[in-house]
């Protein structure tokens, strides 16, 4: 059985999260939209969740350091991909905020964007097997 991700993106543009959409769709994800903070935690908490986040830090109504400890309790850990024109905000992670990766708004920003969801989608569904006492090869879940 193939196994279908889902990704939230949260940017307050909505040319960017129109162009995010179409990029990830065509990379077999499945694919949410917010624009604002409050959609966001509403849809990382929903029943029918999602597996990662892709955050503009400058969306209406957030506070990035808020929502990043809100969204550290979350379990399973919510991957998340801070898509950001600002490099200062690192200063806002923590040692143990390993599930944040920064990637600066950029012309090739949509490659890094899918390396890194390809890569934490990987990461987060091995550890999430083999918590559960499974390991599965190639990050797949039996």
Do not use: Q
């Not at 624009?35 to 955050?55: H, P, S, W």
């Amino acid at each position: 059985m193939e196994e279908f991700f889902t990704i939230l993106i949260a940017d307050r543009n909505s040319h960017v999260r129109m162009f995010l959409l179409r990029e990830l769709m065509a990379e077999g994800y499945r694919v949410k939209m917010a624009a604002t903070a409050e959609n966001v935690l509403k849809m990382a908490y929903a029943r029918d969740g999602i597996d990662l986040l892709i955050l503009d830090p400058d969306l209406p109504g957030i506070d990035l350091a808020a929502m990043l400890t809100t969204l550290a309790d979350r379990i399973p850990v919510l991957p998340v991909v801070l898509h950001t024109h600002r490099r200062h905000d690192e200063a806002l992670l923590r040692n143990d905020d390993r599930w944040v990766t920064i990637i600066e708004k950029a012309g090739d920003s949509v490659e890094r964007i899918k390396e890194a969801v390809g890569r934490l989608l990987r990461s987060s569904t091995v550890g999430i097997a083999e918590a559960a006492g499974h390991r599965c090869p190639e990050g797949k879940m039996s």
